[in-house]
């Protein structure tokens, strides 16, 4: 015989497992709650900056640069334009040291190129920049291939492509001014960052890192090569070369200016062509 308080308690559980057992025993037929916004297309910012290797960001000193985001699958190009704005805070990029994964462009305001996709699914690109676009005889171009995210912004440094090389310029003689055979003529040209910062003995940019050297050619013959010197203006150096005789160069001569910095792996190139004329003849007096 059960004691009626136990036989009540029994009664109530039976009760309760009876009740709970076809729940139990159904499946759960209900789908998850539909997400409209999974399927459709989300704003993500793409933020790119085109650097000069070891030095500053390309701005508007040079021209800035050329930027393209092209989608790998379909070729497609999504988005194009400029790197335009400043080149940067100099003391922030170069001399303050930082930890992994500190921004190193954004103190400051310093030039980038910004774009916004409409993207619906992971996207893998091809991020593409040329410049400086002002010195078209010191372009450079760098790609990398990333994935973008619907949704999620790569802002900050953004993307960082690096342009490696120097902006070499012929100042004197002037390009294509005609030189006069055996004249002792001074060459003089300038050496820059892509970033348009000037190369020269103990700056942020030191030339005493460098090889800058000239050449003297008559076709593709190097005749001469001229070690350069700083001449104390910004990024000017300077060496001095006698110019060939007429006949020996009756297409004229090409001056190369080159600097080379093998160990910060840049270097940079300029061309300049002068015709040669024939030793110019005191004029004789009248009556002589």
Request: glycine share 10%; aromatic share 6%.
């Amino acid at each position: 015989m059960i004691p009626n308080g136990k036989a009540l308690w029994l009664a109530a559980l039976l009760w309760l497992v009876c009740s709970l057992s076809p729940c139990l025993a159904e499946p759960i037929l209900q789908a998850p709650p539909h997400q409209p916004r999974l399927n459709e297309p989300q704003p993500t910012t793409i933020l790119v900056r085109v650097v000069a290797h070891g030095a500053m960001v390309l701005g508007k000193d040079v021209g800035g640069a050329r930027v393209m985001i092209t989608d790998v699958a379909s070729g497609r190009i999504l988005a194009t334009g400029l790197q335009q704005g400043e080149a940067g805070d100099q003391n922030q990029i170069m001399r303050t040291p930082r930890m992994m994964g500190e921004p190193a462009y954004t103190s400051r305001p310093s030039a980038s190129f910004s774009a916004s996709l409409n993207l619906t699914a992971p996207t893998q690109v091809d991020i593409t920049a040329e410049g400086p676009l002002d010195y078209p005889a010191a372009a450079q171009r760098a790609s990398t291939r990333v994935w973008v995210i619907p949704g999620q912004d790569l802002t900050q440094d953004g993307i960082v492509l690096t342009l490696n090389g120097y902006i070499v310029e012929i100042n004197a003689p002037r390009p294509s001014e005609p030189l006069i055979e055996r004249e002792d003529v001074m060459l003089r040209a300038s050496v820059r960052t892509l970033s348009g910062s000037l190369v020269r003995p103990h700056g942020d940019w030191d030339s005493r890192k460098l090889q800058i050297y000239g050449e003297v050619l008559i076709g593709d013959h190097v005749l001469e090569r001229l070690q350069m010197f700083y001449t104390g203006r910004e990024a000017d150096f300077e060496a001095p070369f006698f110019v060939p005789l007429s006949q020996e160069a009756p297409d004229g001569i090409t001056v190369r200016v080159v600097a080379a910095d093998p160990a910060g792996g840049n270097f940079g190139v300029g061309h300049a062509t002068f015709p040669v004329l024939g030793e110019r003849l005191p004029l004789k007096k009248r009556g002589s």
